[in-house]
């Protein structure tokens, strides 16, 4: 069996307050999640980063993007390209799809951000070229505040031919193992393989409460405002802080230009 954390975000997105190879080095240390994406907001900058770093760390990395489309948030997984934010659920799936990559809703019916509801899904699964591509989508998000499984995304779910997923949507290094996603199997194919035929099932961990989530959250992400991040050299290195321009490749990074 394995787990994987589909939904990670790192400094390269523009809300994100850790290093990948902090983040890396956090999931070993910490948990039992040996697949992960990165999926940061509407790019791809950390996609190289990631999959260059992965076998330092004992990890397999599925680049990915977190892309706002005009419904809602959706995951683009097996992609290292970026595909534009702001069009429409179908378009952005089948493009998704063009690229060799599948696709997951992200936190969907979520209040207070941008998420998908299940009427907008239906009917993209409609068309058959987005039914080969919506493959999944979270059932269990570590990231809410409120809530982090809801009963009524599993229900709808079971009326659908989607895999249900869990997954932290961390944006903090103590968030990181809150939500994962159970599979047979160990490796990347695997995982794909069971996320395709919809037999993934979303596991839960301790960690933060939902309060705490915010109370974890807010001093971090002012101190990415004045450009400092969670870094580590790497996997047998302390965690400290590190300034974003040591941190990130300033060609590759549009963050940079916040800081």
């Not at 069971?194 to 596991?203: F, K, Q, R, W």
């Not at 301790?206 to 109370?215: E, K, R, Y």
Request: hydrophobic share 45%; glycine share 10%; charged share 15%.
């Amino acid at each position: 069996m394995g787990f994987a954390d589909l939904h990670i975000h790192s400094a390269y997105s523009y809300d994100g307050t850790a290093s990948i190879s902090a983040i890396m080095k956090t999931i070993v240390d910490r948990t039992s999640i040996r697949v992960i994406a990165i999926t940061d907001h509407d790019t791809v900058s950390g996609v190289s980063e990631a999959l260059d770093l992965a076998g330092k760390f004992g990890l397999q990395v599925i680049p990915g993007i977190e892309i706002t489309c005009a419904e809602g948030h959706v995951l683009g997984l097996f992609v290292n390209q970026v595909v534009p934010a702001g069009l429409s659920l179908v378009e952005t799936v089948k493009r998704v799809g063009d690229l060799g990559g599948i696709c997951i809703a992200a936190h969907p019916m979520a209040r207070g951000i941008n998420s998908l509801d299940f009427a907008t899904i239906r009917y993209a699964l409609r068309d058959p070229e987005v039914s080969r591509t919506l493959v999944g989508v979270e059932a269990l998000n570590g990231g809410l505040v409120y809530t982090r499984r809801n009963p009524m995304v599993v229900q709808e779910c079971r009326k659908l031919p989607l895999a249900q997923t869990g997954n932290s949507d961390a944006h903090t290094l103590q968030m990181l193992g809150r939500g994962s996603t159970y599979f047979h199997g160990e490796g990347v194919a695997e995982l794909r393989a069971a996320l395709v035929s919809h037999l993934t099932l979303p596991y839960e961990r301790a960690g933060l409460s939902g309060a705490a989530v915010v109370t974890n959250y807010v001093p971090r992400i002012l101190l990415r405002k004045l450009g400092w991040v969670d870094w580590t050299a790497g996997p047998e290195m302390a965690i400290t802080r590190a300034h974003l321009h040591e941190v990130l490749n300033p060609s590759m990074s549009p963050s940079l230009s916040a800081v």
